[in-house]
T-cell receptor, first 117, second 110 residues
Framework: EAGVAQSPRYKIIEKRQSVAFWCNPISGHATLYWYQQILGQGPKLLIQFQNNGVVDDSQLPKDRFSAERLKGVDSTLKIQPAKLEDSAVYLCASSLGGTGGAYEKLFFGSGTQLSVL | DAKTTQPPSMDCAEGRAANLPCNHS???????VYWYRQIHSQGPQYIIHGLKNNETNEMASLIITEDRKSSTLILPHATLRDTAVYYCIVRVAFSSTLTFGKGTMLLVSP
């Protein structure tokens, strides 16, 4: 079974530039998540999609971050303009149904490591 | 969701059992205990979860105390590949959000 695919693996940009990350979830998974992981900390949820609708974006800095999931499959996360504090690993995850049942497991990709200089 | 407390780091000798503790003293009756781990440069990986009974799968065992205020993840025969950050997460049933803390960095040495 193919896992969650993310690209690029690494990205280096200067502050005030824009950047985009791409995620392809596991086939058939209705729910997609974007997490931000700053060095030394656990992942923090940015946004959750159920199919192509947003379920939770309460921690997404909407003045600079945006995300979309067209057709309920692939997703892109964009930062514009980037700040130094956005340096982090951006993880995408997917799960089967998003109903949050006891057996709901999240499957994570390997992430995109962003460095903002 | 209830908060969890884990030691920041632990060491374990290869081949020995690794016992990772987690305190969740404010856990509610409808909250499950989940364990994920994150190997360096990879995303987190699901290990096991439980409500109140002890659980075992091919990766690990989960022991939850009778009062459910703490739990222990057991890796019965740790290998070098088990070196990772282990996250204990308490999650309400029917809530798909996972909230990660800082976890425990487990170092398995030869």
């Amino acid at each position: 079974e193919a896992g969650v695919a993310q690209s690029p693996r690494y990205k280096i940009i200067e502050k005030r530039q824009s950047v985009a990350f791409w995620c392809n979830p596991i086939s058939g998974h209705a729910t997609l998540y974007w997490y931000q992981q700053i060095l030394g900390q656990g992942p923090k949820l940015l946004i959750q999609f159920q199919n192509n609708g947003v379920v939770d974006d309460s921690q997404l800095p909407k003045d600079r971050f945006s995300a979309e999931r067209l057709k309920g499959v692939d997703s892109t996360l964009k930062i514009q303009p980037a700040k130094l504090e956005d340096s982090a690993v951006y993880l995408c995850a997917s799960s089967l149904g998003g109903t949050g049942g006891a057996y709901e497991k999240l499957f994570f990709g390997s992430g995109t490591q962003l460095s903002v200089l | 969701d209830a908060k969890t407390t884990q030691p920041p780091s632990m060491d374990c000798a290869e081949g020995r059992a690794a016992n990772l503790p987690c305190n969740h003293s404010t856990i509610s009756g409808n909250e499950y205990v989940y364990w994920y781990r994150q190997i360096h440069s990879q995303g987190p990986q699901y290990i096991i979860h439980g409500l109140k009974n002890n659980e075992t799968n091919e990766m690990a065992s989960l022991i939850i105390t009778e009062d459910r205020k703490s739990s222990t993840l057991i890796l019965p025969h740790a290998t070098l590949r088990d070196t990772a950050v282990y996250y204990c997460i308490v999650r309400v049933a029917f809530s798909s959000t996972l909230t990660f803390g800082k976890g425990t960095m487990l170092l398995v040495s030869p």
